[in-house]
């Protein structure tokens, strides 16, 4: 069994709003092990991104709060420490890299500049020559051609691909035990994104970070995941590994997600007449139903999910599988 | 009357760069080179490429939103670059547009009603009050939206439900024609199927014919009749979207949809992975504008652009090596 580097248990998140009090992670918990990846999906609102911004405990307060739980770094409650110490985690041992490379680059500093900052904080020991070739390392690192000469570059020089690139060598820097990857390829384009996804795993084999994956693309999860938790209204609603949750989905919007994504069968050539969709769409965070959140747009949703019973909790039905549905759809 | 509803022939977009002291041309941009294609009546045409290809510009010259610098777009047989400002309005009618960004396409201070109604108004159609009524409430039927939407803004709506106003107000002027560009890479995926599911049931209900421009190629491949692929401003590869999948011929078309993350993880294909980036359009490589990237290159790929191959009568490709 791998090293277990990150506990999260029982995670609680909330905001304050002019439309009263949010929660925008309830009850989340899950593992993160050396050398495995983590995927969380979920669509937009269902609170993956301030999970991970928990994890680094990024939430502006207010309007932000962490209302409750756990987060166990290497055993030690990263929640119990003064935010000033956190900084020497931040970057050091939890990295993050973020969706739009763009906006997470200072345009006016070269990207040498913004690489070579991260060894001033973490190890100021380091000459400023030796902070350079460091930097030259690290873009070496993560594929940027003839890197001496693009550590004098502004990110405005810079294609995408290559902006994630140096977003990627500065979270790797350090040599993280964690990195928390934010929809990192969202706004790529696919052959760039399949080097970059690329890359993260040749990276994670050398180095052996426990990756956590956020994204809503069911694809992105398959092939890189170890595991994959389903986040739906700031709960996790299914996690296991991956095959088992493509193979096996039981929470019905899993199940959902999955068949609604186009598919080409090559070998018949064939096309369904219709996408299998779930109606309706994600309720307001500020207007939950009583009951099961996704009560709703559920096929299978009796009384019973209606309130009756109260919300439906996680609960392990097959080893390493946990499901949040009193009608699981069953092997 | 043709077959064919458009055809398009040697389009070219040509966008000038200024630059010096006296503002003279000192480059230019090809954002669409010399590219031509037809779509049959009631057919969906499938359009992918990454970013900067030009896809959006060509879905916008076809409407002339952006002013087309050569070659000629026929609609129904008449060569439309050629119309004026008042025969142009008139056979706008026909084309209508559906954008990417269902927040930023509608003008957040109209009423539902208001924005649908403002195309019918300018064409003068449905101008009796109970017609118009009418009108807007089978319009919202067809794109499955309440009665009460009509008097909301478009703030009230989910991004889902404001691509339904977008679609229903290009439908309003009961086009024949229609140019989707991205209409859904904005939205959840959970949302995604369902306004695809939409507008394949508007189209078999309507009789629609469809450009759709997305760099999904999920997407494009289930919709679409057939799939043509741009890469640089050049069309490079059309083929049925069954056969491109499968018997892709130009290199590029193979490479893109091998990157596509397959949602199976029992299922470990063998990647082709693309070097480098896309090259600048200011500044496209000789010859193939793919030879850098490609690892199927010769000498010739370097010296000239490949003309086109007709492998049947769906299937087209420009590449000297074919797979």
């Known amino acids: 069994m791998a090293e277990k580097l990150l506990e999260v248990r029982d995670l609680v998140v909330k905001f304050k709003t002019d439309r009263g009090l949010v929660t925008a992670v309830n009850n989340v918990s ?160 696919v052959t760039i994104q399949a080097q970059i996804l690329e890359l993260m795993k040749k990276l994670q084999d050398e180095l052996g970070m426990g990756i956590i994956m956020i994204t809503h693309d069911l694809g992105v999860v398959a092939e890189t995941c170890d595991d994959v938790a389903v986040m739906y209204c700031g709960n996790i609603v299914e996690t296991a590994d991956v095959k088992t949750l493509f193979g096996h989905p039981q929470h019905p919007y899993t199940k959902g997600l999955i068949e609604s994504i186009p598919s080409f069968d090559s070998t018949t050539g064939i096309k369904k007449e219709r996408l299998p969709t779930i109606e309706g769409m994600v309720p307001s965070l500020f207007d939950l139903p009583k009951g099961c959140n996704f009560q709703d747009r559920c096929k299978s949703a009796s009384d019973k999910c209606r309130g009756g019973n109260g919300e439906p909790i996680l609960a392990e039905i097959a080893s390493g599988h946990q499901v949040s549905c009193f009608h699981p759809m069953n092997y | 009357m043709s077959d064919y509803l458009l055809e398009v022939k040697g389009l070219t977009k040509r966008f000038p760069i200024k630059g010096g002291l006296l503002g003279r041309e000192v480059g230019a941009v090809n954002a669409v080179n010399n590219v031509s294609f037809s779509i049959k009546r009631g057919e969906t045409l499938g359009l992918v490429g990454e970013s900067g290809c030009g896809k959006t510009t060509l879905g916008r010259s076809l409407l002339r939103l952006i002013e087309p610098s050569a070659g000629q777009v026929l609609f129904g047989g008449q060569d439309i670059t050629k119309f004026d400002a008042l025969q142009m309005r008139e056979i706008r009618r026909k084309m209508q547009i559906i954008f990417q960004d269902p927040y930023a396409s509608l003008n957040p201070r109209m009423t539902i009603g208001s924005i649908l109604s403002e195309p019918m108004e300018i064409h003068g159609l449905f101008l009796g009050r109970t017609e118009r009524q009418n009108r807007l409430y089978q319009l919202l039927d067809q794109v499955q939206l309440p009665k009460d939407a009509l008097n909301k803004y478009p703030h009230e709506f989910s991004g889902g439900q404001r691509q339904r106003v977008c679609i229903a107000r290009a439908l309003a002027v009961e086009p024949e024609f229609i140019v989707c560009d991205e209409p859904v890479s904005a939205l959840d995926v959970s949302v995604q199927a369902q306004v695809v599911n939409l507008l394949m049931d508007l189209q078999s209900e309507l009789k629609l014919t469809y450009l759709f421009i997305a760099h999904d190629l999920k997407v494009v491949e289930y919709i679409s009749n057939r799939v043509a692929v741009m890469y640089l401003g050049n069309m490079i590869e059309v083929a049925e979207s069954s056969e491109l999948y499968g018997g892709a011929r130009h290199p590029y078309t193979k490479a893109l949809f091998s990157a596509i993350p397959k949602p199976n993880p029992n299922i470990h294909m063998d990647r082709i992975l693309l070097e480098g980036d896309i090259p600048s359009p200011m500044n496209p490589p000789t010859g193939c504008h793919f030879h850098p990237r490609c690892w199927k290159v010769t000498d010739q790929c370097k010296a000239a652009y490949p003309a086109v191959t007709a492998q049947s009568q769906t299937h087209e490709y420009r590449c000297h090596n074919p797979i």
């Open chain 1, 30 to 189: 899950f593992d993160v092990f050396r050398g495995k990846t983590l995927g969380i999906v979920g669509e937009s609102g269902s609170g993956k991104s301030v999970t991970a911004l928990s994890i680094m405990r990024l939430i502006p307060n207010p309007p932000g709060q962490i209302a409750g739980g756990t987060i166990s770094f290497k055993g030690k409650n990263l929640l119990d420490i003064p935010l000033d110490n956190m900084r020497s985690i931040r970057g050091n041992k939890i990295a993050m890299i973020f969706q739009e490379p763009m906006t997470s680059l200072n345009p006016v500093f070269t990207v040498g500049n913004q690489i070579e900052e991260v060894f001033k904080l973490h190890q100021s020991e380091l000459s400023k020559a030796d902070r350079k070739n460091k930097a030259i390392e690290m873009l070496k690192l993560v594929g940027i051609p003839s890197p001496e000469k693009r550590i004098n570059e502004y990110p405005h020089q810079l294609s995408g691909g290559m902006r994630q690139r140096v977003m990627i060598a500065m979270s790797l820097a350090c040599q993280p035990d964690i990195l928390i990857a934010d929809e990192p390829t969202t706004a790529l384009d």
